[in-house]
């Protein structure tokens, strides 16, 4: 028996989705990935999984490299790998799969002019329009938050504290509840966007499918701002990235952004005083021997 790789991929997904040991946000990503899967069989006229020879597989890791990381290609071959043991398909090349050696992350926050260029952008958009007003709170709860994309998703409006200016998280990566906080700027854009029909468990509405604000829709958001602002790159976790960046060029105590950006090791906080080479300008002139002197001594 021959397994159709759309009709496969669907039924696969599906085992996944009534999974109840797998997390809604685990799911989304996995519906991604397969589908940059099937797109890329389509595309090569790949019909059916038995189809997907070990020249075929190495073709389709080239051709991911030439858009995203080792680690991202990895979680598609382990996921390609359980399907098809899944359907019980033999294939030796996915059953020896090895990952490919994962490059040093980086932390890639926006620069000072990028973020001036995704402000202006989110400026130029109309908040009477619901579907424009929901672009320009995301850019907000991002930068002010410091959430993750998935975190941002599952944000629940009766977990919102106007008031008291914080949010509670319920889902996270640790899978512990967890509190952030919010300026004025977003308590006003959060009172105005709740008002927005219809009635709704999670904050974020699509209004353009009118459905619940998915990874995708994120996603998709992304790749409109990269374009818009003139990005090589642009996606939600930058906005985290610039969060933890700009509160370490302001001075904050490392301890405490720790605890806002709720790391459980405190070295993955000191990154991002170690890159900050902005903070380290202002600390020398603070505090730099000769820019404090007193009387500067005649050298001349």
């Not at 899944?86 to 620069?111: A, S």
């Not at 975190?151 to 977990?159: F, R």
Request: hydrophobic share 35%; charged share 30%; net charge positive.
């Amino acid at each position: 028996m021959k397994h159709k790789c759309n009709t496969s991929i669907d039924e696969f997904m599906e085992e996944m989705k009534n999974d109840p040991e797998k997390r809604s946000t685990t799911v989304q990503a996995y519906w991604y990935n397969m589908n940059v899967i099937r797109k890329y069989l389509a595309n090569n006229n790949i019909k059916y999984l038995e189809k997907l020879s070990e020249e075929e597989i190495k073709a389709m890791i080239n051709h991911f490299r030439l858009t995203c990381k080792n680690a991202t290609i990895n979680k598609r071959m382990r996921l390609l790998k359980v399907m098809f043991k899944h359907f019980r398909i033999k294939n030796r090349f996915l059953e020896n799969w090895k990952n490919l050696r994962r490059k040093e992350v980086h932390y890639d926050p926006f620069t000072e002019s990028q973020l001036k260029r995704i402000m202006n952008y989110i400026a130029s958009l109309d908040t009477s329009n619901p579907y424009e007003f929901t672009r320009v709170l995301i850019i907000y709860l991002l930068l002010d938050t410091g959430v993750r994309g998935s975190e941002l998703l599952h944000i629940e409006v009766k977990n919102i504290n106007i008031e008291d200016k914080m949010i509670k998280l319920t889902h996270t990566k640790n899978g512990k509840e967890a509190f952030v906080f919010f300026s004025s700027v977003t308590q006003e854009l959060l009172q105005e966007y709740i008002k927005l029909q219809p009635e709704r468990k999670h904050l974020l509405w699509n209004y353009m499918s009118y459905k619940r604000f998915t990874y995708i829709h994120l996603r998709n958001m992304m790749d409109h701002i990269k374009k818009e602002c003139n990005l090589k790159k642009c996606h939600a976790h930058m906005f985290r990235h610039t969060f933890g960046t700009l509160m370490t060029d302001k001075g904050i105590n490392v301890l405490v952004l720790q605890k806002l950006m709720r790391h459980e090791d405190i070295k993955q906080t000191e990154k991002y005083a170690r890159i900050s080479n902005k903070k380290k300008k202002k600390d020398h002139e603070l505090y730099g021997i000769i820019s404090n002197m007193s009387t500067q001594p005649d050298i001349l």
